[in-house]
């Protein structure tokens, strides 16, 4: 285990250092002590490392992830895991807003709960919450899943393409062009390994799906008043 002080090195010098670490780099194993809130923390990583960060975070970090593991001992700040790609990041408290926004692949867990716009303008990662989240979340999501074990807020996946959303509890409200979707036997399937992955024990019958209704794909006069 390599341990980072990064009241000590600071920023610049300890994200310089992580993306020194290549795809066959034998120290896998990273400490960050004392973050103290501080922004951009482990973003741009791209090599199959953990990196562990002993208290909470601010802004963007772990954003545009590749292939490595971020671990938050705390909670985040807005826009962390934005555009990430591949990977993994797992925040033992709760998220601020627009978490993984626009984000492309890999998988966002959440043990607390998550606020507004969680997985805006999601494009492939996959986002679960073990609480609640906020409103407009998964707004204009293109594909992807997004898993709330909780409750969600007003405006659940306004103007969403084909991206998935699995709520175990109530939703406020749906957002435009947004609908209650049948629980077929193979998203069953894939909440399930949803679930597995983030380490969640939940039953996924629970849960009901929601998804694009594709009414606004096209103009058409008679719903514009839904744009």
């Known amino acids: 285990m390599q341990t980072i002080d990064l009241s000590d090195v600071g920023l ?24 103290r809130g501080a922004h951009a923390i482990a973003c741009g ?5 953990e990196v562990t960060v002993k208290g909470s975070t601010g802004y963007y970090c772990g954003g545009m992830n590749q292939q490595a593991t971020v671990k938050i001992d705390g909670s985040a700040g807005p826009g962390t895991g934005e555009n990430i790609m591949s990977g993994k990041i797992v925040i033992e408290g709760d998220a601020s807003q627009y978490l993984g926004a626009t984000g492309h692949g890999g998988l966002i867990v959440v ?6 716009r969680c997985g805006i303008s999601m494009k492939g990662v996959n986002i679960v919450v073990q609480g609640n989240i906020g409103h407009m979340s998964a707004f204009m999501g293109q594909s992807g899943n997004l898993v709330v074990c909780g409750d969600a807020g007003d405006a659940l996946g306004d ?10 509890g109530t939703v406020k ?24 992955e983030a380490g969640i024990d939940a039953d996924p019958k629970d849960f009901t799906r929601y998804g694009s209704a594709r009414t606004l794909y096209n103009f058409d006069v008679d719903n514009a008043g839904a744009y």
């Open 12 to 35: 610049r010098e300890t994200n310089k250092t992580l993306h020194a670490q290549s795809a066959d780099t034998n120290q896998t194993a990273w400490e960050i002590i004392n973050p």
């Open 45 to 49: 990583l791209d090599a199959p490392i």
């Open 111 to 116: 043990k607390g709960n998550a606020s507004s």
């Open 159 to 168: 103007s969403c393409y084909e991206a998935r959303f699995f709520v175990r």
């Open 173 to 196: 409200s749906l957002g435009a062009d947004c609908e209650k979707k049948e629980m077929r036997e193979e998203h069953l399937t894939l909440l399930q390994g949803l679930l597995d």
